[in-house]
């Protein structure tokens, strides 16, 4: 039976996270999932990987929705990009998600502390001076957009996350998107990875749904303000931002399976 100060812990949480999606334009899964392996310790319970991965899946789709309603006030969405990215991704979450009850939970550390490196090493890429075409429905960008989306859902749907935290250095390296685009086109394909993921999680019993809950109500309110203040600072920063909590969660989740 979840306690008061149980739940009051995971809406902390899940705030932090969600702050941390509307600020950057991931789901916040990406530091989620190592405090929720961690930190409920310190107040008298655990949770194990399986059950943290599922919540961290819900706790994307609401931090990834609420930091979705903010930035799409700054017009910062390539829709088409989003959609084309968006539903591949889902799909492929979807099918990571179910194929994932039969992952072992150190397979899903080691994946997320694989993809978590990866995103490391692209994040230390300078940016392309090469200008991005002005129409986002170039049909070259479809094939390269469908496999980025199809092939980074299906691990992130494994992994619990909405897979954001190494779309984002994708799209910026690969697609040539503008920062700042690229981090509002993220929360949409995070929001759709993520709904997809959920959807199969909780199909297959890998959610607890009471701490999903307070994990989620704390990330829609985050969300909000990390939205906020995502607006007032500088890409660089932004980018700095990022490379400093992927390069921390990947430590955390690399301990755990040492």
């Not at 979705?68 to 017009?75: A, E, F, K």
């Not at 939970?105 to 230390?124: D, K, N, P, Q």
């Not at 989620?216 to 007032?232: C, D, E, P, W």
């Amino acid at each position: 039976m979840a306690t008061g100060l149980q739940l009051g812990t995971l809406f902390m949480l899940g705030m932090s996270g969600g702050f941390l999606s509307g600020l950057l334009g991931i789901g916040g899964g990406i530091v989620m999932l190592p405090l929720l392996i961690s930190l409920p310790q310190l107040t008298g319970f655990s949770i194990g990987l399986r059950p943290a991965v599922g919540i961290t899946m819900l706790q994307s789709l609401s931090g990834s929705l609420s930091g979705m309603l903010i930035h799409r006030r700054h017009d910062v969405f390539d829709v088409p990009l989003a959609l084309t990215v968006g539903v591949c991704a889902a799909a492929g979450s979807m099918g990571g998600a179910l194929f994932s009850s039969l992952v072992s939970e150190r397979c899903m550390a080691i994946l997320f502390a694989v993809m978590a490196l990866t995103s490391l090493l692209l994040l230390l890429l300078p940016e392309s001076g090469e200008l991005p075409s002005t129409d986002s429905t170039c049909p070259k960008r479809f094939p390269a957009a469908s496999l980025l989306g199809g092939g980074v859902g299906f691990c992130a749907g494994i992994i619990g996350q909405g897979g954001a935290f190494i779309i984002l250095p994708l799209l910026i390296h690969l697609l040539k998107v503008p920062v700042r685009t690229a981090i509002g086109t993220t929360v949409a394909v995070s929001f759709l990875s993520a709904a997809a993921g959920f959807i199969g999680k909780w199909s297959t019993g890998q959610v607890p749904l009471l701490w999903g809950v307070a994990v989620a109500s704390g990330a829609l309110l985050g969300g909000q303000l990390g939205g906020m203040v995502s607006h007032r600072l500088s890409t660089i920063t932004l980018r700095r931002i990022l490379f400093l909590v992927v390069a921390v969660s990947m430590l955390r989740i690399f301990a755990h399976v040492l």
